[in-house]
């Protein structure tokens, strides 16, 4: 397939041309050659109004059958238009090597043609995908999630980890994060049926611990419903790109909880050792059973904000729920406060004070668990019910 690339900045147009040659089946077309294309990519620069038209011209003139973008210019309104005119897709610069190859690839699946890539493919990812769910408002669900994703991030091997906040209107990862992100899921979701690799990694918000977030609309848009079958989808298209999805569930059970729950890897109820919030506890349990998912093995119960000589014991709570508590995160309601203020989490700090650097512990523990490693055991740490 002849790709021709309209892009001035030479590194750039480099950096695209190794890409593509690394692609069988895939060739630049040369300056000195003339006629049409199978794939334009061009680069839009300060005229974008005036590239646009040109990628459109020579689209509808059949002189390129797909077109796809790329530009320094991060700008939210230049994706929303590209997708709007029909266009392929839309790369962010620095230009990100295996999203360029992804979507080459994806043009050649849907032609039915045999393309292997001259280095050697990577096994097929799906990536676990864990629900954080508060058993009760207010129980530090999203401190939980927020430092969970950063900490599945930094297990060995560098996991590809992404964070997605499913909280409507109370949403605040972006706060914990101090990240303005440019991008919500329900525009994701609108656009469902042009999703792939590109599109995705293009939309989302990368923190400096690594994470990439998908943050939530700031209201839902009027005559507007989520179809939890495109939630799905979505969801299923990042487990191809991530190593972990970690959703702030919240605390609402609706349509998309339901959906997520159902493919969810795991569902981590977040408790306090109170009354109010064992009885909703129960209450979920009982609602997970009737509806027969998810299954109760994939289930696991998070204690935050844990004291071991509060009024309601650790034991208590298990009886009272009949279920086993995974992890105890110290309660440290001050620091996470603090924590919160400065847009910057526990675990995304360097190892300083005894207490945070407690709970820097916790959550690698609490991570390596859910990624399967091996974890040792300390006596009244961890696992301890004393």
């Known amino acids: ?39 334009l990519i061009l680069e839009i620069g300060s005229d974008s109004e005036k590239d646009f038209q040109l990628a459109n011209k020579l689209k509808t003139s059949g002189a390129t059958r797909e077109v796809f973008l790329t530009s320094s210019i991060a700008k939210p309104e230049l994706l ?43 096994p097929v990812k799906r990536g676990k995908i864990i629900d954080v769910f508060g058993g009760k408002g207010g129980v530090g669900t999203t401190t939980v999630a927020v430092n969970l994703a950063i900490s599945l991030a930094k297990l060995e091997g560098a996991p590809k980890v992404a964070l997605m906040d499913m909280n409507v209107l109370f949403g605040e990862i972006s706060l914990h994060l101090n990240i303005e992100p440019m991008f919500d899921w329900v525009e994701v979701i609108k656009n469902v049926s042009r999703l792939d690799p590109t599109y995705l990694m293009s939309v ?69 050792l109170n009354l109010p919030t064992i009885i909703n506890l129960k209450l979920l349990l009982g609602a997970f059973r009737q509806r027969g998912y998810p299954d109760e093995k994939k289930v696991e119960i998070v204690a935050n904000r844990f004291i071991k000589d509060s009024e309601i014991s650790l034991k208590e709570l298990e009886e009272g729920v009949k279920k086993k508590v995974l992890c105890c995160i110290p309660n440290a309601y001050y620091i996470f406060m603090s924590s919160l203020n400065e847009g910057n989490p526990i675990c995304a700090q360097t190892k300083g004070k005894k207490k945070e650097t407690e709970l820097y512990r916790v959550f690698g523990e609490l991570a390596s668990t859910l990624a399967g490693k091996s974890v040792e055991k300390k006596k009244g740490g961890f696992f301890s019910r004393k």
Do not use: W
């Not at 849907?110 to 050697?120: F, L, N, P, Q, T």
């Open 204 to 272: 989302l918000s990368e923190h400096s611990s690594g994470i990439h977030v998908l943050s939530p609309p700031p209201k839902l848009p009027e005559n507007y419903t989520v179809k939890p079958h495109d939630l799905e989808v979505l969801l299923r298209e990042m487990q191809d790109i991530f190593d972990f999805i970690v959703i702030d569930g919240g605390q609402l059970l609706n349509d998309s909880s339901d959906a997520i729950m159902r493919i969810a890897d795991k569902v981590i109820l977040v408790s306090v």
């Open 1 to 39: 397939m002849l790709v021709r690339l309209e892009i001035k900045n030479k590194l750039v147009k480099e950096e695209f041309k190794g890409i593509v040659s690394s692609v069988n089946g895939f060739k630049v077309q040369k300056p000195e050659e003339q006629g049409s294309c199978d794939i």
């Open 80 to 122: 929303i238009k590209a997708l709007n005119m029909g266009f392929k897709g839309y790369f962010t610069q620095p230009v990100g090597k295996e999203e360029v190859r992804d979507a080459l690839l994806k043009i050649v699946e849907h032609k039915g043609e045999d393309v292997r890539v001259r280095v050697a493919e990577a």
